[in-house]
């Protein structure tokens, strides 16, 4: 199996996905600490795939969803985008609606939370 094979199947096998540096409880740069901090706080259930542990899939990421950058954010198959762009969506709230659509659970409350706090 190729580094993107299992790439496609994870993200098809998931309904969140987060390619990232480390892992959920342990990141390793900022980017990555930052979009796992929010998938945590408003308690999705996600699955973290830690890039530095392979190199292939590592690249084969950025080759897969053609972004350059890490960390990766998939929801039901979908690329959602980089550390940007999910705080930019969470806080105009809409993630929230992209999380409510795809019928991924969350909590709303920290969600809002997280928007007061940076209002």
Not at 25 to 40: E, H, K, T, W, Y
């Amino acid at each position: 199996m190729t580094a993107l094979d299992q790439i496609k199947d994870t993200v098809e096998k998931n309904d969140v996905v987060l390619f990232m540096k480390g892992t959920k409880m342990m990141p390793q740069c900022g980017f990555s600490s930052r979009v796992a901090g929010i998938l945590n706080y408003i308690g999705v259930d996600y699955a973290d795939v830690n890039v530095l542990a392979d190199p292939e899939i590592r690249q084969g990421i950025k080759d897969f969803s053609d972004w350059p950058t890490i960390p990766q954010l998939y929801v039901k198959g979908e690329f959602v985008g980089g550390c940007d762009i999910v705080t930019e969506m969470t806080l105009s709230g809409e993630l929230d609606a992209l999380l409510t659509d795809k019928g991924v659970n969350f909590d709303k409350a920290a969600a809002d939370k997280i928007r007061e706090a940076n209002g």
